[in-house]
């Protein structure tokens, strides 16, 4: 599998998250991506050959290794790490859709038509929910396969031995499994980046959440104190587009709507939203 075709792509998220996520994608490039492609695929890839029944009836030994790994750790790693690293990609297609937009727009009304975006790149509108939703997403993947390695192999630990009694084994046989201890280090060591990488989503997540929070109440004191010491005539045309423009066309919880610019109808802001 060729992971740098995912690390191109994925370090342009950096221009676009904030300190939390820069934080997690080295975490899974250096602690996770890193470490499967050095080590993990070298520990496992003896797995089934070295996996010795204390048996020589045919197919026991292989009966016995599919009971006891349904799904190998190397496979499962794998799809835990595509899965946790495309919802990043959707930001990136996001904020590239924001820029197609805005440039399309600026060739149909020109240069001195204003800005559909201040910045393609800031959560705001559609692509702060498109950012929240690959958090939770990303928190999501990494427990759900937190909680199948631990309904495969309990304590995510292996026993040297296993004892195995299905057909076609005559009866209840040993079967041994090859380097348990480095195996047991490795999944450890993959579990504990994985946690680490889940409370990282998490504390980002509670980051975006309060200061949207904040900024919705900001606004809402402003937007106060705008109409009750001041009458809205004194408001001139160059202070509107700004109001309109500031929060990227966003007032979350707001009574009032923010002012139209005069140049452009009401279906034009509407569309801006997006």
Known sequence: MNWSVFEGLLSGVNKY????????????????????LVTAERVW???HKDFDCNTRQPGCSNVCYDEFFPVSHVRLWALQLILVTCPSLLVVMHVAYRKAREQKYREAVGEGGG????????????????????LVFKAGVDIAFLYVF?????QYTLPPVVK???APCPNVVDCFISKPSEKNIFTLFMVVTA????????VELAYLIGKRCREC??????????YLGSPPDCVTPSSKQNDLLSGDLIFLGLDTYPPLLPDLPREHVKKTIL
């Open 150 to 154: 631990h309904s495969f192999y309990p």
């Open 217 to 226: 109440v900001a606004a809402r004191k402003a937007t106060q104190v705008t």
């Open 195 to 202: 946690a680490i990488c889940i409370l990282l989503n998490l």
């Open 115 to 134: 800005y559909l975006y201040l910045n393609p790149g800031k959560k705001r509108g559609g692509l702060w929910w498109t950012y929240v939703c690959s």
């Open 164 to 166: 195995c009694h299905a």
């Open 45 to 47: 890839s003896d797995d």
């Open 17 to 36: 998250s904030t300190a939390f996520g820069r934080i997690w994608l080295s975490l899974v490039f250096i602690f996770r991506v890193l470490v499967y």
